[in-house]
């Protein structure tokens, strides 16, 4: 289809794949937004405290794998493949990653909450302690940008817990220009939603945030593989030059033996 109703088509078939994978990760990570609403009626600190809690609890039984599973469906758009079936790709994603994704939402969360009640520690005190506090707001908002990573790993390549987690946190230090970059994006997303257009939060907030954070994340591992490849190119070109210095070492030795 071409011409103006052939791009109206096409705009209205990217705004239900993003409506449709966000939905699906909304319902999939039920519980956890179910207790986000109950800050709003919250009345106290401590009622404040006490859903946290629980919204702690179940992020890395619900919200961790149905990310994951979100991060799957976007990976095949970006890699070209804008025609995958959404259900079937989420759930199947979330099917083969639930365990890795429980296990770094459990780490995740932990360090987190250390970070998070020496953060309140320490921006309560004054001079070298108010210096502490904003450090820890750092390695949080580090922490953050890495979760991003660490689902696109998981959505896209084959690693033990371990591993995804590690280098999840090396290409976050590694590349502090994509960690940024990923950082605003996702910075104004969640602005537009809570702030400007509330609506975009159960319908396109956590898929546009998704679709963002992989998009940065594939160019990052095209890069590598690109570099990867002109390596292995050099060292083929390298072991071929000494190839041919050896047939030619040896094709002279063969000619000086048979004149003798």
Same mark, same amino acid.
């Given at each position: ?20 994978? +966000? ?20 009345? +106290? ?81 004054? +001079? ?38 590690? +280098? ?93």
């Amino acid at each position: 289809m071409n011409g103006f109703m052939g791009g109206l088509y096409r705009i209205t078939e990217w705004i239900m794949r993003f409506s449709v994978t +966000n939905v699906l990760w909304v319902l999939c990570s039920a519980p956890f937004f179910f207790f986000g609403l109950s800050l709003l009626t919250a009345e +106290n600190t401590e009622q404040i405290r006490s859903v946290l809690y629980l919204m702690a609890a179940v992020a890395p039984f619900t919200l961790f794998p149905a990310t994951t599973a979100m991060f799957t469906v976007v990976r095949k758009w970006i890699m070209g493949q804008e025609d995958a079936p959404l259900l079937r790709t989420f759930f199947k994603g979330f099917k083969d990653n639930y365990v890795q994704s429980l296990l770094g939402g459990l780490l995740y969360t932990v360090i987190y909450a250390v970070m998070i009640m020496n953060f309140q520690f320490y921006s309560a005190q004054a +001079n070298l302690s108010g210096i502490l506090a904003i450090m820890f707001l750092v390695f949080m908002v580090v922490l953050g940008i890495s979760a991003f990573h660490f689902f696109s790993l998981t959505a896209h390549m084959y690693m033990s817990t371990l591993q995804l987690l590690k +280098n999840s946190v090396l290409i976050t230090i590694g590349r502090p220009l994509t960690s940024i970059m990923i950082a605003l994006s996702a910075g104004v997303i969640l602005y537009i939603s809570f702030y400007q257009f509330p609506f975009l939060i159960p319908f396109f907030m956590g898929s546009l945030i998704a679709y963002m954070a992989f998009w940065h994340f594939y160019r990052v591992y095209q890069k590598a593989l690109d570099i990867q490849k002109q390596k292995e190119e050099a060292e083929a070109a390298a072991d071929e030059e000494d190839m041919d210095m050896l047939e030619r070492a040896e094709a002279d030795l063969t000619e000086e033996s048979s004149k003798k």
